[in-house]
């Protein structure tokens, strides 16, 4: 199916309707529409309105489907067997049939066309022949009637075709009629059958109808239809002619007909003819072959012609003109007012001025000599105080009396020094003044009748003269002077001046028009922001595009009976404040004609008038802002990734890869083009608003879904949302046994993968704690190897000692000690740890050299827990020596009575081992502060470098507290770790 979008097109057709404008013959417009606004082709058989409202419109080129704003187009691409339909029906179920040139049967439903291709039911009805009549009767068959001896039946599962066995009685172009006894007729033009006990039985009536196409069946039952006298009514039996018709109209090929209870509406070759049953005619569409009249349930008439069709608008909607052809001088009406005389004056161009009068019912010309300088008269002004009309163009000003042409005397502006002047717009005040917008400046004339002149070299600034170009000045009910400028809206009262553009930004754009309000309530048209509305000096209200408004740029303004009518390009709008709210009228129906080119507006008591570059146009209005019913809104078609759904299902459920979602919507108004719509697809998610008709989605989520879509036009309220539900099925990943499956799944290679990573740490963290092992193993024993030289020369010194004293037999002894320790210390120095048996045999020799060196002087003991295994009990190699050698020559040896050394070992606890060193030297506090700051205990320093290497391999540190015991003695603890 193809989409085109449709660009209002009116054409101007002349109509005698019976109606009078001020007692003239009046024109009417119609909208045309044709190929050029969407239709299929401009070549139309026949026209029918469903029951949600759409216009179906046959044409040789395929069947489109009207909203009142876009033709929808289907042809045989879309199902159709042939692009050449005569005649559209509707059926009870809502199906659409399409009756094709080539005989065979199509129907629309829910979004689709059903043919013969894919409707197995629509194989079994094949005519051979053209399907000329379509009826459904009260039990659901359908009865059709066909150009050849023909009549088929079909219940829906089987036809049943009858022909007449005469030659002279056939049942060709038969048109079915079921009356309200529920007996089916057949009406042929040559004869009237009567269906008795499944079979046609001719009945002897004199009826004899001009063709299938001269009936039309009433609401009630009858029928009115055509013969060669006239029209016709039948109420069951009784046949009753209701009006002769001229045999020239019946012999003109008469299309379809519409009557009812007051007029016949009859189309032929030459037009549509209304006859009311006085005998009354008008005549429609001179000159164009119309082949149906149909009257919709709006009371709109269609017409379906070779050039388009046609809607004429109810009554209440109709709008007219006033032209050239209709006695005006030119169709170019620039401005309009209206005298005491009930006289309408209309500014036209080529310096004229035309005067229709309502009571004589005439058209009066009136022109100046000057047709350069008064070439347009762009505005006029009636002047009840002295019963003057004022004109002006763009180059001169003048007035003259409305009396004419009782009194014809013109009276023209001056300006003293014959200066040019360019006239942007005039005001009239209740008393005498006149103020001028012009190019130069505002003018203000004191007075009008008495001097109607002015001096460009004269004026009083601030009084009667305000520089700067202007474009509007304006008299409010107090006298007091508005003006907009280059600069924006100003007040003067004659002593001040208050300017608003200084106090709010909106007020310094241009202006194009100032009018007031009850209430002292000011209406500004502004060029390009709406009207804006002032009260007391403020601004209360900014009237937009957004608030209703056919656009932002408002030419001119007019107040009349509490409504404030807006003019733009866009149309007319009509506008009500009370009670602080402010109501936007928009007259859409209206707008096709005043979408451009509107000049000027005068509003009477019941109708509206438009100055236009094409005529004087005109229609009745309605007093009171009625709200609207809100259009109706279908959806059309939903298709899923181009592919067509079938709308009869409540809802559908779509396949994951089903994520790209198309749906069409319109609603139906044949009176308004400004159709809004919004949408969504959840019940608690927030409305989005759009003019478009299509919504494309994609990449939807799967889950429950409802597409929502309401439409409201200008002057309605939102219309009950559409709906349609959908399900968009989850993947298979997505789906709890997948999500279950998975979860496990990952979870158990999450585990495996942890477990080898916490393996491959814990043996990468291990090799890097072996490698440092090894690395302070390596360091513990360069201190223990740098530990062996500080011991040896230690020794040396003793044995040294001896020597020089003479005394070989300690030096020997001495020796013999010292080469056991020697060889003691080879042994152990290599090993990180080594027993408590072998520490404790270590300290023996070395203890036993220093007692033989300093004899009595130093005296020891080591104290050994008889619960430790010995041999067992491991601990650092060469850890107590220093702090015991340390406590020897620092704590003892400065005494000179020598000292004692106690060696404490045992097991206090599961977790350490506790050794304490106590001496009665000098204590350490005493022996750091006898020393020089230059010496250093090397022993010392490398054993506490050890202790830390150790504490950074163990799990448990070597603890080493070392303190004086009072005044002299110090007690070294060291708690080792036991593994």
């Not at 003019?691 to 036009?713: D, H, Q, V």
């Not at 020598?898 to 599961?910: C, F, T, V, Y």
Request: hydrophobic residues 35%; contains cysteine; aromatic residues 12%.
């Amino acid at each position: 199916m193809r989409y085109k979008p449709l660009h209002t097109l009116i054409i101007l057709l002349t109509l005698i309707l019976g109606f009078s404008f001020n007692g003239f013959s009046q024109t009417s417009y119609l909208p045309h529409y044709t190929t050029k606004n969407g239709l299929a082709s401009n070549n139309c058989y026949y026209l029918l309105q469903d029951r949600k409202g759409y216009i179906w419109v046959c044409t040789d080129a395929g069947v489109s489907r009207f909203d009142g704003t876009a033709f929808e187009t289907f042809t045989v691409d879309d199902g159709l067997p042939d692009n050449q339909v005569l005649q559209v029906r509707e059926d009870s179920k809502g199906r659409i049939w399409f009756l094709s040139l080539n005989g065979q049967l199509s129907y629309f439903y829910n979004g689709k066309i059903y043919n013969p291709s894919n409707d197995k039911g629509l194989k079994k009805l094949n005519f051979n022949a053209v399907i000329v009549s379509f009826f459904e009767d009260k039990s659901g068959k359908i009865w059709f009637g066909t150009n050849k001896n023909i009549i088929g039946i079909w219940d829906g599962e089987t036809l049943m075709k009858h022909t007449s066995p005469t030659q002279k009685n056939q049942y060709a172009n038969a048109y079915i009629h079921q009356d309200k006894q529920g007996n089916i007729w057949a009406y042929c033009t040559d004869a009237v059958f009567i269906f008795i006990r499944n079979n046609f039985v001719l009945v002897n009536e004199k009826m004899t109808p001009l063709s299938y196409k001269t009936f039309h069946t009433a609401n009630n039952g009858s029928i009115y239809y055509l013969d060669k006298n006239g029209l016709n009514l039948k109420k069951g039996t009784e046949d009753q002619l209701l009006i002769k018709v001229n045999e020239k109209l019946l012999n003109n090929s008469p299309g379809y007909i519409y009557a009812d209870e007051k007029e016949l509406w009859l189309t032929n070759n030459n037009g549509v003819y209304i006859i009311d049953y006085k005998g009354k005619i008008n005549h429609l569409l001179n000159n164009i072959d119309v082949n149906q009249v149909v009257k919709d349930s709006d009371n709109n008439m269609w017409f379906t012609t070779k050039n388009g069709i046609y809607r004429l608008p109810e009554l209440k909607e109709r709008l007219f003109i006033f032209t050239k052809e209709n006695g005006l001088t030119s169709d170019f009406v620039k401005s309009i007012t209206k005298d005491q005389n009930n006289r309408f004056w209309l500014g036209l161009n080529n310096s004229n001025i035309n005067i229709l009068s309502t009571n004589k019912k005439t058209v009066q010309k009136l022109s100046f000599n000057d047709t350069e300088k008064y070439n347009v008269i762009k505005q006029l002004c009636f002047d009840r105080k002295d019963g003057l009309v004022y004109f002006a163009s763009d180059y001169g000003l003048g007035s003259i009396s409305s009396s004419y042409p009782a009194d014809q005397k013109v009276n023209y502006l001056k300006e003293s020094n014959n200066s040019v002047f360019v006239i942007k717009n005039f005001s009239l005040d209740t008393t005498s003044k006149l103020a001028l917008a012009l190019s130069s400046g505002v003018v203000v004339l004191e007075e009008r009748i008495k001097k109607f002149e002015f001096s460009s070299l004269h004026y009083n600034e601030r009084k009667d003269y305000f520089k700067d170009r202007a474009y509007r000045v304006f008299y409010d009910d107090n006298q007091h002077l508005w003006f907009a400028n280059i600069n924006g809206l100003t007040q003067f009262d004659n002593r001040k001046e208050y300017k608003y553009f200084e106090k709010n930004t909106l007020l310094n754009k241009r202006i194009n028009d100032i009018k007031q309000l009850k209430n002292n309530v000011y209406a500004m048209a502004t060029d390009g922001y709406g009207i804006a509305f002032l009260k007391n000096g403020q601004l209360i209200k900014q009237l937009t595009k957004a608030d209703g408004l056919n656009s932002n740029i408002i030419n001119k303004l007019y107040f009349k009976d509490d409504f404030l009518w807006s003019v733009s390009n866009a149309g007319v709008n009509r506008i009500r404040y009370a009670n602080n709210h402010f109501s936007v009228n928009a007259f859409d129906y209206a707008n096709d004609l005043l979408n451009e080119d509107v000049n000027d507006i005068y509003v009477d008591k019941d109708t509206a008038y438009f100055a236009t570059n094409n005529g004087l146009v005109y229609f009745a209005y309605n007093q009171i802002i009625r709200e609207k019913k809100p259009p109706k809104i279908y959806i059309t078609s939903v298709s899923i990734n181009r592919e067509p759904l079938d709308l009869g299902a409540a809802s559908f459920v779509l396949k994951p890869k089903q994520q790209s979602i198309t749906f069409n919507y319109s609603a139906i108004d044949f009176k308004n083009r400004q159709i809004l719509y919004r949408y969504r697809l959840k019940d608690d998610a927030n409305w989005s608003e759009t003019r478009n008709r299509r919504l494309e989605l994609s990449s939807l989520e799967p889950g429950n879904y409802c597409f929502e879509i309401s439409a409201k036009s200008q002057d309605s309220d939102w219309s009950q949302p559409a709906k349609i539900k959908f399900i968009i099925e989850k993947h298979f990943w997505q789906k709890w046994w997948f999500i279950l499956i998975a979860l496990a799944s990952g979870a158990y290679l999450l585990y495996i993968m942890t477990v080898k990573i916490t393996k491959r740490q814990k043996n990468k963290e291990q090799e890097q704690l072996l490698l440092k092992n090894k690395i302070l193993m390596l360091e513990q024993q360069a201190l223990q190897a740098m530990m062996n030289p500080h011991f040896v020369f230690n020794v040396m010194n003793s044995i040294q000692h001896y020597i020089n004293t003479q005394n070989t037999s300690s030096a020997n002894r001495v020796l013999t000690g010292f080469a056991k320790l020697i060889r003691k210390n080879l042994e152990i120095c290599t090993k990180s740890y080594i027993s408590l048996e072998e520490e404790l045999a270590y300290l023996k020799l070395y203890l036993t050299l220093e007692k033989n060196r300093f004899g009595d002087k130093f005296n020891y003991t080591i104290d050994v827990d008889p619960k430790l295994d010995k041999d067992e009990t491991q601990l650092p190699s060469m850890l107590l020596q220093p702090y015991i050698e340390n406590a020897i020559w620092h704590g003892i040896m400065p005494i000179e009575d020598g000292g004692d050394l106690k060696i404490s070992i045992e097991q206090k606890d599961e977790t350490y081992l506790w050794i304490k060193i106590i001496d009665n030297g000098i204590g350490i506090k005493n022996s750091l502060a006898n020393k020089n700051g230059s010496h250093q205990s090397k022993g010392m320093g490398l054993t506490q470098e050890r202790i830390n290497l150790l504490n950074k391999i163990e799990a448990k540190p070597i603890q080493l507290f070392i303190e004086q015991n009072g005044d002299s003695g110090t007690t070294i603890t060291i708690l080792v770790p036991l593994n």
